[in-house]
């Protein structure tokens, strides 16, 4: 997955979180920590595919780094 895809996958979750919230699903607790686990873990997967993206982009663009 790219950074945009794992972007859109972590809106949706968080979308999910807020309708958990609007249908009282948050006394269910094993439900809710999933749900935030997987945000959480979702969100460092969106980090670190956006910083590869950058990352491989600047090279494309500048080359290798030397000094």
Known sequence: ??????????TRLQMERIEADAAGLT??????????????LCRAAFVGAAVTEIAVARGELSGRLTG
């Open 1 to 10: 997955m790219n950074a945009s895809e794992i972007r859109a996958h972590l």
């Open 27 to 40: 006394s269910c607790e094993a439900y809710m920590a999933d749900l935030d686990d997987e945000i959480s």
